[in-house]
């Protein structure tokens, strides 16, 4: 049973999203990683704390809407993508640039 537990902590995180705004945000202690669209904040907080050992104070999630584009003349669509701010409390902190 841990073992499905656990492979689902790692289907909620997708990855983390690492863009000049949220390297600024990581300065105070806010992470913001890509995640299931199923998931709810209590999955979310659970999977940081286990996977990667630190205290998770709050958590916020929002759904960007993908966009519409134009490709070689046809209209396409981009897929929504669920993201969750994770704010971690004082003395923890994760190195998501160190396996870029």
Same mark, same amino acid.
């Given at each position: 049973?841990?073992?499905?537990? *656990?492979?689902?902590m790692?289907?909620?995180? &997708?990855?983390? &999203?690492? #863009?000049e705004? #949220?390297?600024? !945000?990581?300065?105070?202690? !806010? +992470? *913001?990683?890509?995640?299931?669209?199923?998931?709810?904040? *209590?999955?979310?907080?659970? /999977? &940081?704390? #286990?996977?990667? =050992? !630190?205290?998770?104070?709050?958590?916020? *999630?929002l &759904?960007?809407? $993908?966009? #519409?584009?134009?490709?070689? $003349?046809? +209209? =396409?669509r981009r897929?929504?993508?669920?993201?969750?701010?994770?704010?971690?409390?004082? $003395?923890h902190?994760?190195?998501?640039? /160190? =396996? !870029?």
């Open positions: 049973m841990a073992n499905k537990a *656990t492979e689902r790692y289907q909620i995180l &997708v990855k983390p &999203v690492i #863009t705004k #949220t390297s600024q !945000v990581a300065e105070n202690n !806010v +992470l *913001t990683f890509q995640v299931a669209a199923d998931s709810n904040k *209590t999955e979310i907080k659970q /999977a &940081v704390e #286990t996977l990667y =050992g !630190v205290k998770v104070e709050r958590v916020n *999630t &759904v960007q809407q $993908g966009k #519409t584009k134009r490709f070689r $003349g046809h +209209l =396409g897929s929504d993508v669920k993201k969750a701010m994770v704010k971690l409390a004082d $003395g902190n994760i190195d998501v640039s /160190a =396996g !870029v």
